[in-house]
């Protein structure tokens, strides 16, 4: 039986991504005959559903998220016997690995156009015990990323990066 795992940050999608579950759960439904879905309460919550998926051999992992969540289920994945197939519907406020991936930035539009028949492979880096599929930063700006508030991403977007670099 084909099998799918859907992992959902909550928070992502301006706080609406739980409005999505039913269309993204229908979407993987046309590809898998079960679908099982995940939803994010912590940090690392992401990364654990993933070793999950990987260890129970499940085909694909659908995460929606921002580049946060995508590199927890990175993480999750990685170093397995058996890597499932990713798909991302973008959900953060930077989306930066979805941009690079030419992923639809609408999530409406993402969702419409995942296909499990289309896959690429992308390379993975590793920094101590940490994965990314993206970028690797040093200094102040990953302290910068990673202290800001859901509130402010909400209500200013991607510049709350940029003002919380500056402080």
Do not use: C
Request: avoid cysteine; glycine fraction near 8%.
């Amino acid at each position: 039986m084909k099998k799918a795992m859907v992992i959902i940050n909550p928070t992502s999608g301006g706080e609406k991504a739980l409005d999505y579950k039913e269309k993204l759960e229908n979407k993987a439904k046309e590809y898998f005959e079960y679908v099982e879905t995940k939803i994010t309460e912590k940090a690392l919550d992401a990364t654990h559903f993933a070793e999950e998926a990987s260890r129970e051999q499940y085909d694909a992992v659908v995460v929606f998220g921002g580049d946060g969540t995508v590199n927890e289920v990175i993480s999750g994945i990685d170093e397995r016997d058996y890597i499932p197939k990713l798909g991302i519907i973008p959900g953060g406020t930077g989306n930066l690995i979805t941009k690079l991936l030419e992923i639809n930035q609408d999530i409406d539009g993402a969702i419409d156009e995942l296909d499990f028949d289309l896959t690429n492979k992308i390379d993975i880096g590793k920094a101590n015990d940490n994965y990314f599929g993206y970028i690797f930063s040093i200094g102040s700006l990953p302290e910068a990323i990673h202290n800001v508030e859901i509130e402010d991403k909400t209500k200013f977007g991607i510049l709350t990066y940029a003002v919380n670099t500056m402080k």
